[in-house]
């Protein structure tokens, strides 16, 4: 487990040294759940600033303490003045701290290039399919329902045609 403690304060000192003024961060959140996303800065009523680090950063061996600092240093300067949006003044900072430090604090940060695979969604598959015997209507259910054990009493809201179950191959 990397030490955020000491890894904010590494960036803090990287961001001192090239001129740059962070806003007041009143606390820092280790998000257990984040899988999508690798850090948020919140604005709070007050100016203050609310920053989530995604713990996969921290737990996961395979990413390096650079790459945890891009993260980090992204959400930090969110926190500087005009700098909520990914654009303008945001850019301009994260562009002065690559070419300063070599990192590549960007927008978005997929996992291959943290050294990790991406996170992806598992969807439910589709298991039911109905199709309206007159005019072909497609219905398609991913659980069991009243509707697809019953199927045989409804009838298509289109064409008023009955419905037939059609073999669903799984993928
Ligand atoms: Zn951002
Ligand atoms: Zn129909």
């Known amino acids: 487990m990397k030490d955020l403690e000491r890894l904010i304060k590494n960036c803090m000192e990287e961001l001192e040294a090239a001129g740059?003024?962070?806003g007041q961060i009143r606390a820092w959140r280790v998000n257990e759940r984040a899988l999508s996303r690798w850090g948020q800065c919140r604005r709070n009523a007050d100016g203050t600033y609310n920053i989530e680090i995604a713990k996969r950063l921290l737990t996961d061996p395979r990413i390096t303490d650079e790459a945890c600092k891009e993260t980090i240093?992204?959400?930090?300067?969110h926190t500087c003045p005009g700098c909520m949006k990914h654009t303008g003044q945001w850019k301009q900072y994260a562009e002065l701290l690559n070419a300063r430090y070599g990192y590549h604090i960007k927008r978005v940060t997929k996992g291959?290039?943290?050294?990790?695979?991406?996170?992806?969604v598992k969807s439910r598959p589709v298991k039911y399919i109905f199709t309206c015997e007159v005019c072909g209507a497609v219905i398609r259910r991913k659980r069991e329902s009243k509707f697809t054990r019953n199927y045989r009493q409804y009838r298509c809201g289109r064409c008023g045609g009955r419905f037939q179950r059609a073999t669903v191959t799984i993928r």
Do not use: F, S
């Open 20 to 22: 740059l003024k962070p």
């Open 73 to 77: 240093l992204h959400e930090i300067l």
């Open 112 to 120: 291959e290039e943290k050294g990790v695979e991406n996170y992806e």
